[in-house]
């Protein structure tokens, strides 16, 4: 039997919910008849016997009752809400796991409007929308009282139902495409100005805001577009329904009145009936003015379904011993994502059964042009990507056996865009765990080489790093990054670029951090072009057009491509040696021949 999903748990909590609320609903319905009965009492008791004591007595009932309507309101109100609380909270944290690994998987597959989704759906199931659907069941009771009043103040009051609910239906095919479309529209219009505003400085110094305006503008004007043809017409389908409602009014009135004169009905009842008839039209009516909100959380429910359905719930691992650093790569592929998660076979290998292995203490440089795959290779070292094919293997188990959160508290990792987040920069440093010690994060500054430049900074260690860590520059980002790769000293260190926006100092740091690393007994991956980091390490994978160029020892390597180079070099001067031309020979002055 397949297991049910966070959400069809969440949703089943719901239910149960649900089944109290309609038993809630049943009862408050019930007591929506005491108006019209009241009415019907001042009418044809009250009005005719003038007895003062009558009207209090049926006054004080009527306000006894209707003061248990309210209770059960509120009762009815206090469930949805608390529901929705406990959706809320069953969902979060599944949520935000399948957020992340859907963007690891599919990066512009849009899962970041999952979360945005859980409210949507949440709003709707506690708010005024999902009680107008549990009202809807209860107006074949009313419609029976009217019945009950006089057959032909049924008769108006079912069709003046049946017209309403023609108009849901006509609102519900007039706007539901248009409404999806411009659901997907507006993400992706969403999704663009936040991509685009990252780089924001990019924009203003090359001159692109007046292009990239228009673009962001043509997908904006798509979404008003469609809106404002959904909202045309659920404008016109809801002008129609008032229409109707008001019109059904005069006419529930007109029928009791001309069946008053025939004597066939009291007053009283055709007062009563009047108001039978609006509470009977009521959540109809309420429907359809909800039905925009309905139909967002009818689109957020499906996007919801397919994310918990494309990814289950990771398998509790077992703890295993903390890993020393001896890592194997074998026959590792890997291929770009298509945007639908867990399709990866359909692009071109990003590597090409990539192959090594990595003693525990050693350092290897990654190194290769441009496009190579280096750092697709790193993404695959610290689990961030799935293998398509091959493996990887850390102290001879496979990364994704590891349970994920040892695995990261055990390996330190420096992307080549050093992203930091909301937070001081000690929390930045500790990885926001909660036990962090002091004393841990100023060791992890210290040997990263950034503990005097935290000193400088305007709060030290308390410092706001800013959204995306844009309080800081590059470099102080990159040795912020450092200090939290190795935060409580990890065995495998993986750096992608971390020079990149050093200066002489900040090498200089990021050296020594290596060489005490080596010291230590660490493992150290670092993706380089520096001479002075190559220097540092043990081995070197070169690779070209994702494909193993080149594996060895650091300097047996650079030996072998100095000699290569050194007979290349010879080679081709004895070739421009041997292609040489002769000497050219001596010049005859013909002035000085002898004259015939």
């Excluded at 228009?214 to 008032?242: E, N």
């Excluded at 009563?272 to 429910?301: C, D, N």
């Excluded at 890993?323 to 071109?348: C, F, H, R």
């Amino acid at each position: 039997m397949k297991a049910k999903t966070p959400l069809a748990q969440a949703y089943g909590r719901f239910r149960a919910v649900f089944g109290a609320t309609i038993l809630f609903s049943f009862f408050s319905n019930i007591l929506m008849f005491v108006g019209p009965l009241y009415m019907l009492q001042v009418y044809d008791r009250v009005l005719a016997s003038r007895n003062e004591l009558t009207l209090v007595m049926i006054s004080a009932i009527a306000i006894a009752l209707l003061v248990t309507y309210g209770l059960l309101e509120f009762i009815r109100s206090k469930l949805l809400v608390r529901a929705g609380l406990q959706f809320d909270d069953m969902l979060a944290h599944p949520a935000f796991n399948r957020v992340i690994r859907h963007r690891l998987a599919s990066p512009n597959g849009g899962a970041h409007s999952t979360l945005q989704d859980i409210d949507r759906v949440r709003e709707f199931m506690t708010g005024q929308g999902i009680l107008a659907f549990f009202d809807a069941p209860w107006v074949p009771l009313f419609l029976a009282l009217c019945f009950a009043f006089h057959p032909w103040l049924g008769i108006v009051a079912t069709v003046g139902a049946l017209i309403i609910f023609a108009l849901a239906l006509a609102n519900e095919f007039a706007t539901r495409g248009l409404l999806q479309e411009a659901g997907n529209a507006s993400q992706g219009a969403a999704h663009f100005v936040n991509t685009t505003m990252q780089n924001a400085e990019v924009i203003r110094a090359l001159g692109m805001e007046k292009q990239l305006t228009k673009r962001w503008l043509g997908q904006h004007d798509d979404v008003l577009d469609k809106q404002a043809k959904a909202s045309g017409r659920a404008g016109a389908i809801m002008a129609s329904t008032k229409f109707v409602r008001m019109t059904l009014q005069i006419a529930i009135l007109g029928t009791g009145a001309y069946l008053a004169i025939l004597q066939e009905i009291s007053p009283g009842i055709m007062i009563a009936a009047s108001i039978v008839m609006g509470r009977a039209l009521a959540p109809v009516e309420q429907a359809v003015g909800q039905w925009k909100q309905f139909v967002a959380a009818r689109q957020a429910h499906k996007r919801l379904t397919q994310v918990f359905g494309a990814l289950g719930d990771e398998e509790d691992r077992m703890q295993l011993p903390a890993p020393k650093g001896n890592l194997s790569v074998q026959g590792l592929v890997a291929t770009a994502p298509d945007a639908k998660v867990g399709i990866t076979g359909s692009k071109p290998a990003l590597l090409k059964g990539i192959s090594f292995d990595l003693k525990q203490g050693e350092v290897m440089a990654v190194i290769g042009p441009s496009g190579s795959g280096k750092s697709t290779l790193v993404r695959h070292l610290v689990g961030a990507s799935q293998p398509a094919g091959g493996s990887v293997r850390l102290d001879g188990t496979e990364l994704h056996h590891w349970d994920a959160e040892q695995l990261g508290r055990d390996m330190g990792y420096m992307p080549q865009d050093v992203k930091l987040f909301r937070g001081s920069v000690t929390e930045n440093i500790s990885r926001f765990v909660e036990d962090a010690q002091d004393i841990e994060v100023v060791a992890a500054a210290q040997l990263s080489g950034a503990h005097e430049m935290i000193q400088t900074l305007g709060e030290g260690y308390d410092t706001d790093v800013g959204d995306g860590g844009q309080s800081l520059s590059g470099g102080q980002r990159q040795r912020v990054g450092l200090a939290r790769a190795v935060f409580r000293d990890p065995n495998l260190v993986v750096l992608d670029e971390p020079n990149s926006n050093l200066d002489a100092h900040g090498e200089q740091a990021l050296a020594a951090c290596i060489q005490e690393m080596k010291k230590r007994g660490k493992t150290v991956v670092i993706v380089t072009h520096k001479a002075n980091l190559l220097a540092l390490t043990d081995k070197t994978l070169m690779l070209v057009g994702g494909s193993v160029e080149k594996f060895g020892p650091t300097r047996e390597l650079f030996a072998q491509q100095a000699e290569a180079q050194k007979q290349a070099k010879a080679a081709q001067e004895k070739q421009q040696t041997a292609v040489a031309p002769p000497s050219s020979p001596a010049v005859v002055n013909m002035s000085d021949k002898p004259r015939a």
